[in-house]
């Protein structure tokens, strides 16, 4: 039972890490990164997307329901909504 708390415990990191990320990595109105100045979607905001795609749905219920959800095919939605130039 330790070793699954434990998990959570780093899976909820992970995914507040690339919230984190995509909430830092934002697009400017030139086309590129707020923060790292790379053409968006930068490779750190893909990451972040990847993250919370990857462990989001071992604690889905403290991120933000329009980021996570728990229905078949989201990972496929998020990955787009977040890497999408628009975001």
Known sequence: MATHEAFARYA???AAFGLYLL???????S???RECALLHPC???RHGAELIIHFGHWNSRQLHPETVAS???TSQRVYKHVTSAAA
Do not use: D, L, V, W
């Open 23 to 29: 909430r830092t990595h934002r697009r400017e109105a």
């Open 71 to 73: 229905t078949p095919g």
């Open 31 to 33: 086309g590129s990164c």
């Open 12 to 14: 909820s990191a992970q």
């Open 43 to 45: 490779a750190q905001r």
